[in-house]
């Protein structure tokens, strides 16, 4: 059980090889069901989500720090559904076309942010004052909470998941702590989770200088040297779409997910499940699983994702509206020398070193460009 402390995905994807898809942990009475394959996971948490809908009890996260109004952490009941809802609606695929404009500027930003400070840890920092800044929790979030509703009373808000909230108040029957915690547990959970998938994208462009130039290539074809991409150019840039869904693939940002309760006690193909026990889905391994992926599910090869005519096969992860213009962003400007770390950690890479420079002139005059052209939202 100690070597759970660092690697605990990859202890238990070595654990399923020598025993089973399906582990039972004990820690001093407490039970926790570990799911190793995406057959097991889907065929009890998602088969059966009525028994499988609750969380475990978090005294410190939840019920402290969180004030019981965690959504991700919430037990199953009707305030959940009612955060759940509200969240749904306000980050649905028609929704999110609203957040276009403010995720394109956010993209060039950091792109232009990467030349002019060169290094990745400029991700890395956003990423720890951004958390410093939401462990002050609540007060924080009422601020950036109230200064939306003022926006809104004077018309000049921008689209934004807390804008939602506060256009349908009525429709969802949250109150304003409830809003504004769910506010900031939204932006904290992507924040995270996107800065994760940035670090491992440009790493994967490191080690994997052959992608990086395939999609460098699909850039210059599709969008040319004379502009950035945008949206309006996914559908158009299927290898791009693919490295970005192998990225999710080969490091997922959550390795374990979120915890689930069994609400009730269960069998799973002749084992137990006992009420309450915690139940895990190793998102890590289910996503190396070769019973899905082939033998070379742990190598990163985007291509898995591509049909036989190279255009993007149907999947699970839906990249078109997260991280499809930062991504390709970065993918105009760098041509990266390195020298890594191969000791790879599946939350965070370990740190490392690249180089970030303009692959042709024409890259800076653009985003230059580009950025003025936002002055003033």
């Given at each position: 059980?100690?070597?759970?402390?660092?690697?605990?995905?990859?202890?238990?994807?070595?654990?399923?090889?020598?025993?089973?898809?399906?582990?039972?942990?004990?820690?001093?009475?407490?039970?926790?069901?570990?799911?190793?394959?995406?057959?097991?996971?889907?065929?009890?948490?998602?088969?059966?989500?009525?028994?499988?809908?609750?969380?475990?009890?978090?005294?410190?996260?939840?019920?402290?720090?969180?004030?019981?109004?965690?959504?991700?952490?919430?037990?199953?009941?009707?305030?959940?559904?009612?955060?759940r809802r509200a969240?749904?609606?306000?980050?649905?695929?028609?929704?999110?076309?609203?957040?276009?404009?403010t995720q394109t500027k956010e993209a060039t930003v950091l792109v232009s942010s990467l030349l002019e400070d060169p290094q990745i840890d400029i991700i890395c920092k956003m990423e720890e004052e951004a958390l410093m800044r939401a462990a002050q929790r609540y007060d924080i979030f009422l601020r950036l909470f109230d200064r939306v509703r003022a926006d809104i009373a004077t018309g000049g808000e921008r689209p934004s998941f807390s804008a939602s909230l506060l256009r349908n108040h009525d429709r969802y029957h949250l109150s304003e702590p409830e809003m504004t915690f769910l506010s900031g547990q939204m932006?904290?959970?992507?924040?995270?989770?996107?800065?994760?998938?940035?670090?491992?994208?440009?790493?994967?462009?490191?080690?994997?200088?052959?992608?990086?130039?395939?999609?460098?290539?699909?850039?210059?074809?599709?969008v040319g040297r004379s502009r950035l991409p945008t949206f309006e150019d996914a559908p158009h840039l299927p290898y791009v779409r693919a490295v970005v869904r192998e990225v999710l693939r080969w490091r997922p940002p959550v390795p374990f997910g979120v915890p689930h309760a069994a609400t009730e006690d269960d069998w799973y193909e002749g084992m137990f499940i006992p009420k309450g026990a915690t139940c895990l889905a190793n998102i890590w391994q289910c996503n190396h699983d070769r019973a899905i992926f082939g033998e070379?599910?742990?190598?990163?090869?985007?291509?898995?994702?591509?049909?036989?005519?190279?255009?993007?096969?149907?999947?699970?992860?839906?990249?078109?509206?997260?991280?499809?213009?930062?991504?390709?962003?970065?993918?105009?400007?760098p041509d990266t020398d390195t020298f890594i770390d191969t000791e790879f950690l599946c939350d965070h890479p370990t740190p490392y070193d690249c180089r970030i420079r303009p692959r042709f002139p024409e890259v800076v005059s653009i985003l230059s460009e580009e950025r003025e052209r936002f002055k003033g939202d």
């Open positions: 059980m100690s070597q759970l402390k660092n690697k605990k995905w990859l202890f238990s994807s070595d654990c399923k090889g020598r025993f089973s898809e399906v582990m039972h942990l004990d820690a001093m009475g407490r039970q926790t069901i570990i799911f190793n394959s995406l057959k097991s996971a889907f065929n009890v948490l998602e088969r059966r989500t009525g028994n499988y809908s609750g969380r475990p009890r978090f005294i410190m996260a939840q019920e402290i720090l969180n004030e019981g109004l965690g959504v991700i952490l919430m037990d199953y009941g009707e305030l959940w559904r009612r955060l969240a749904h609606d306000a980050v649905s695929r028609t929704t999110v076309q609203n957040y276009h404009p932006y904290i959970a992507g924040f995270e989770t996107t800065s994760t998938t940035l670090m491992w994208w440009t790493l994967a462009m490191v080690a994997f200088p052959q992608v990086q130039r395939r999609a460098q290539a699909e850039l210059d074809a599709v070379d599910a742990d190598d990163f090869r985007p291509e898995r994702h591509l049909d036989e005519g190279g255009e993007l096969l149907p999947g699970p992860i839906e990249t078109n509206q997260e991280g499809h213009v930062s991504l390709e962003r970065e993918g105009v400007v």
